[in-house]
């Protein structure tokens, strides 16, 4: 049984982020780093499937996910975290615990973004309407004109709905099951983000 999801990414977010929504939906939600950024490494591979066109968030995901994961070894919670940069005066700095923990929500709500798309438009191969769309709605606000531009050429190289299935090796009935399990679990954590970075008055699109 412990084997059962070896090899099926989209089954281990699914678990990783049910367990997490659990987290910040208890009544006195402390979220420990350590369990957040194992839940976001688990999302890490979605980015690489999808090829050039999301390379950029890929490298920036991957290295703002890392950062939090050594943090976790002197860290708490992403409270405890955040308090401490905004303490050390360098919450918006490049580099900081906070700031990359922005990054990381950024790529959490695009690929909820993007399972919602996928979901959405359910007998359609091409992936590049649903990777579009979430690219628009998450990502293209903070990029200037040249990485929307490269992001828009490196559209016509996503995989197609099946080959992305391959991937992820998983056929399209689990793969739904799963995606909207990420839907449904991803929301109350990214607004936990979000109510976290307004409390503290730092906002959200920094």
Same mark, same amino acid.
Not at 31 to 48: D, I, K, M, R, Y
């Given at each position: 049984?412990?084997?059962?999801?070896?090899?099926?990414?989209?089954?281990?977010?699914?678990?990783?982020?049910?367990?997490?929504?659990?987290?910040?939906?208890?009544?006195?939600?402390?979220?420990?780093?350590?369990?957040?950024?194992?839940?976001?490494?688990?999302?890490?591979?979605?980015?690489?499937?999808?090829?050039?066109?999301?390379?950029?968030?890929?490298?920036?995901?991957?290295?703002? +996910?890392?950062?939090?994961?050594? @943090?976790?070894?002197?860290?708490?919670? $992403? #409270?405890? /975290?955040?308090?401490? !940069?905004?303490?050390?005066?360098?919450?918006?700095?490049?580099?900081?615990?906070?700031?990359?923990?922005?990054?990381?929500?950024?790529?959490?709500?695009?690929?909820?973004?993007?399972?919602?798309?996928?979901?959405?438009?359910?007998?359609?191969?091409?992936?590049?309407?649903?990777?579009?769309?979430?690219?628009?709605?998450?990502?293209?606000?903070?990029?200037?004109?040249?990485?929307?531009?490269? +992001?828009?050429?490196?559209?016509? @190289?996503?995989?197609?709905?099946?080959? $992305? #299935?391959? /991937?992820?090796?998983? !056929?399209?009935?689990?793969?739904?099951?799963?995606?909207?399990?990420?839907?449904?679990?991803?929301?109350?954590?990214?607004?936990?983000?979000?109510?976290?970075?307004?409390?503290?008055?730092?906002?959200?699109?920094?």
């Amino acid at each position: 049984m412990a084997n059962s999801d070896a090899g099926k990414p989209l089954r281990k977010i699914s678990t990783a982020f049910k367990e997490l929504a659990s987290t910040v939906n208890s009544p006195t939600p402390e979220v420990p780093v350590a369990q957040f950024s194992h839940a976001c490494s688990l999302v890490s591979p979605l980015f690489g499937c999808l090829g050039i066109a999301f390379k950029f968030a890929e490298m920036d995901y991957v290295a703002k +996910v890392d950062d939090l994961a050594r @943090a976790s070894s002197s860290i708490s919670t $992403l #409270l405890v /975290m955040v308090d401490k !940069d905004i303490e050390a005066n360098c919450v918006k700095k490049a580099g900081s615990h906070t700031r990359n923990l922005l990054r990381v929500k950024r790529g959490l709500d695009m690929v909820k973004v993007l399972f919602e798309q996928i979901i959405a438009s359910e007998g359609n191969n091409s992936l590049k309407d649903p990777a579009s769309k979430s690219y628009a709605q998450v990502f293209a606000p903070h990029h200037g004109w040249a990485i929307r531009k490269a +992001v828009s050429v490196g559209m016509y @190289a996503l995989p197609t709905r099946a080959h $992305l #299935l391959k /991937m992820l090796n998983e !056929d399209e009935a689990e793969a739904k099951v799963h995606m909207q399990s990420y839907v449904n679990a991803s929301a109350p954590v990214i607004t936990y983000l979000d109510n976290l970075f307004l409390s503290k008055q730092l906002g959200i699109d920094w």
